[in-house]
């Protein structure tokens, strides 16, 4: 342990409750209230990680969640490790274990440190340059980049936390609860808003709460005095929610927003077991106030980047707020007032600041005054030229600036310490706001982006929408939020405001040095270890738009989002090319703000939840007897039922031979069904399928093929004509909501003078197929009461009935090419009447049969599945089915599409049957068809669609699309495989019993 | 994500609808009299417009009716909500 | 007599909040456009069906929830036997609506399933995994909307202080029923 840097006791900080945790082995001690950062500090640990590139030691940076450097790993090696997080922002708790990344083998001696002297050669796009050529080597480099790629570790066991969504609708959001987030959420609420206050710190107040200065007063108390009071006032209020720990990783569109709860991260581990750790809030608010605040500047100068140099701010954060000093020898350097307020903040506390060095010449305020009345030396007009130290900053080296502020002149003065704080003035935090689709606007005077226009309702307040002094923010925030929100009065008005702060500011991009730019390492991105020099590099060579200029140096593209030094590389470009700021644009701020863990976006989308699943009424049967199950959409579909430990092909084959020589039964409750009614039903059916209906008898069905306006077969089934004006269609499993969808879509936008109503009926029913030569036995037991005959019953026909007491459909119809009947019921007696179907089947050896067996038996038929036999370049007169296309009927969909130029070419793509020369030998789906081998390039001429073994034929059967294919039968043809080539001829598609002997049988 | 206020249910989030094309394309009365490009013009030629676009969207998840929106491309505003059958506004 | 199979066999109880499934109801699916066909459902009934967005109707023994400007479900209000489906009421609307030509009226008993949610979690379950602002929606007493759940289509019937129908289609009931227990173990 080094000596304890806690200087005095803060409220915020409960020294009574002493917390242990390890950083990189060492067992340290902090207190509740504590982040990583802040307990470490206190430790005197100010080296905590190596940068990304040169493997530069670095410290702690920042207090919040722009941090750079200090990022950590927490837990490593165990499920709950995350990688990056930083260590300004976690708030340690008992056992917690953080370790630095990107260092090897410690952070103390990291062999990577060697890039630093090799940096002359590795310049901005190093790698861009130097593993290009020669090609062929890439998989070489590769495997040495990706070695030495990202930072962190990612966790390779499963996550044992729970994670959840949640939507909020709510009038008005502020993001944000610093002094303006406070007035505006408490003025919201007043007013009868339904009002979500969210900040990402856990506590509210924002920087203002740790204020303890006489120069900053509100109606003469001391600023944080009255914002208090002003925080318990508004716990109190009712139609106000608050959320701390929660940070907002996205503002969308039509105010739309992401942010993230963090419930759990802050507990001991064995208080988190069951309990969500974090909850992605899916925020729509009416409208939205940003008060996100401004994130403090850095200044750019040579080895700016050592452990030990801070910001200004932050160094006044830890010692007001959680009682720790940065250093003991303290060196401030500025371009503003703000590093003033902590040089009399230190001193007050008795930690010693050796000097303050200001670029501004000639400059004095009430701050300034109090400071050199402290006996604290002020160099006015000075630059900061170097810093020396390898792990802890030892020394700075100044010299006074010219009037342009170009150059350096003068001698060096050295100064001794061990902490270097430096403001280069505030940028507003906009974000948020600009992910959102608005517009910044320049502000020459201070050099900062600024909200302009936005698209949704919403208003920047604050320190955020440039107004960074106490008297700008309390008098400007009443007004805007009177406006926004639409109200008369405001509390908030006419408050006595007491700030002494002076808002001159000189800025400078980039300080000058006495070395040649080339010599030195002013850092813009610390995370990415870009420099300045990188940037003027890339402009050199010819980068001018700021978003390639980005990418070539990587400024900005760490997890911080460079949100410390994106304004410097602007100003640098700028100023290299001789642009204006406000001309050069910025780059796209990107969501997240700050990095969310996948588990947050994923939430309970995982295991069983990740995908929807449908069940069938008949589900718990096929599982009770073994089925496998296949996913068909969202269904999950009886695939086959292996018995006595069958493989896959010898249930199917069992199956599909049972069906053929006795009786199948098939669960087909996943078909589509539409409910179709109205007098003009009839005609709707003309002019949605290619064929024919208005003929159709009551009580009769008809398959029909469903086109695309573009002539290409969309979908297929069977449609029954239950009564004049009703119908009910069928569709395929999977196209169920789209054919609906489409129906839906021409009935209300083209023809919407028809009397026709749609209604899904899909669930409402189970839907049971006997197959098989039995199967007309089987039926009779089931419905005793059914005359099956022919006659009176015939193939295409359909007839009303009751099993017990309840009233069911049968259709005689047949997708085997078998004498078939389809029972629908209504779905909660599905399992029963299948269960009877069985139990009267078992003396005909009934079989159920699942997807597979389907498959091949109307493979066997020669009957195409859309989506597998077709993709949507198929016609129906390619798919050898012009039967099915009316010739009389004026119009249907797709019809003119059929001859079109294309469509009426002779060497389109056309379904065929394949048979093997060897008929054991089953081809694969997919598989390329060829006619030439020993052409070059081998022409393909198209692929096999569908293949099986037939136990009927007892032969290997394929069907399969092929250039021309309709004029080659009896062809032969080659498909070539990886380690041989097969043999096939072309044939009919229909392999089995073409007369339709079957059906009837 | 958009809001989208479907002229019948009322303002709703986009994930309940499904955006469907380009508005106001008709299909011809007559497919069988138009010349091949004729028929190309209506099955495949959409605009791609940055600015106001007319779109027809269906609220899939709600009380299922298509319905017009007048959409600014450039930042996903919606200017106009209105039923099918009706024309388009001038903007 | 055929075994009658739901899907949802527990009620499960919660702090805050009990769901179980009901069962059997009667479901149908009406569509119409003309006035004849809002007055012969009227007529038929004794129950004005709600012309307004979002609202639904009752009378002692149905309830009338609107889905569209020509669509409404009507549910009964009370439990049928699981042993006959032949309803009054369809054969009734059968006669005197798809018969006169009036509009479409279809049986719709299975294809929802009906979940009853009692407690005052009801919109802190729901608001976990569905879209819809209930903000007004729970202050109004017999409110209708058709929304997604869990990425689920769902009818949710506002009935009183603390209780909700909400309806799904059955082939997704087990898997929305399963998630909405895992998020009701958390609230």
Sequence with gaps: MTNNLRVKSSKFIDETYKISFKFNGTTYYGYKGDTLASALLASGIHLVGRSFKYHRPRGIMTAGSEEPNAIVQLHINTSRTEPNVRATEIEIYEGLEASSQNCWPSVNFDIGGINNFLSPILPAGFYYKTFMWPASFWEKYEYFIRKSAGLGRSPIEPDPDIYEHRYIHCDVLVIGAGISGIIAAKTAAKNGFKTLLIDEKSYLGGSTIYQNSEHFKINNQISSSWLEKEINEIKKIKNLEIKTRTSVAAFHGYNFLLARENLTDHLPLNQRNNKIRQRLLKIRSKKVINATGSLERPLIFDNNDRPGILLSSAIDKYSNFYGVACGEKNVLFTNNDSAYETAINLNQKGIKVEAVIDNREEVDSKLIKEVENNNIRVYKGYTVVNTSGYKRIKKVSIMKLSLDGQKIIGSKIYINCDCLGISGGWTPAVHLFTQSGGKLKFREEDQVFIPNKSFSDQISIGSCNGDFTLDEILSSVPKILKEFLNIKKSDFENLEVHSSFNKSKRNIWLLPSDKVIGKTKPFVDYQNDATAKDIKLALREGFRSIEHVKRYTTTGMGTDQGKLGNMHALGIISETAGSKMGELGTTTFRPPYTPLTFGTIVGRNVGKYFDIFRKTPIHDWHVENNAEFENVGQWKRAWYYPKNQENMHDAVQRESKAARDGAGILDASTLGKIDIQGTDASEFLNRVYTNAWSKLAIGKCRYGLMLNEDGMVYDDGVTTRLDENHYIMTTTTGGAATVLGKLEDYLQTEWPELDVYLTSVTDHYATISVCGPDSKKIISKVIPDLDLSNKSFPHMSFKNSKIDKIKCRVMRISFTGEHSYEINIQANYGKSVWQRCMEMGKEFNITPYGTETMHLLRAEKGFIIVGQDTDATMTPIDLQMDWIVSKKKYDFIGKRSLYRSDTIKENRKQLIGLLTENPDEVLEEGAQIVADINKSPVEMLGHVTSSYYSPNLKKSIALGVVRGGKSMIGQKLIIPMENKQINVTVADPVFLDKENKRLNA | MFLIDCPYCGEREQSEFKAGGEAHIVRPKQPTELSDDEWAEYLFMRKNIKGIQFERWIHIHGCRKWFNVARDTSNDVIKVVYKMGEKPPTI | ?187
């Design chain 3, 1 to 187: 007599m055929l075994n009658y199979t739901n899907v949802i066999t527990e009620k499960k109880t919660y702090s805050g909040l009990q769901m179980d499934e009901i069962k059997p109801v009667m479901k149908l699916i009406i569509r119409g456009k003309k006035r004849e066909f809002l007055s012969a459902i009227g007529k038929s009934l004794n129950l004005l069906l709600p012309t307004s967005a979002n609202t639904s109707s009752k009378s002692e023994k149905l309830s009338a929830l609107w889905l569209s400007p020509d669509e409404w479900m009507i549910y009964s209000n009370e439990i049928s036997s699981p042993n006959n489906n032949h309803y009054e009421t369809e054969n009734l609307l059968n006669k005197n609506i798809c018969k006169t030509n009036l509009g479409a009226v279809t049986d719709v008993t299975d294809q929802f399933v009906l979940i009853n949610m009692r407690g005052d979690k009801i919109f802190d379950l729901l608001e976990t995994g569905s879209p819809f602002n209930f903000n007004n929606f729970r202050e109004k007493k017999g409110a209708v909307t058709q929304t997604i759940l869990a990425k689920i289509d769902v009818i949710i019937h506002n009935q009183n202080q603390n209780e909700v129908n909400l309806f799904v289609r059955r082939s997704f009931s087990q898997h929305l029923f399963s998630w909405m227990n895992d998020s009701a173990s958390r609230l």
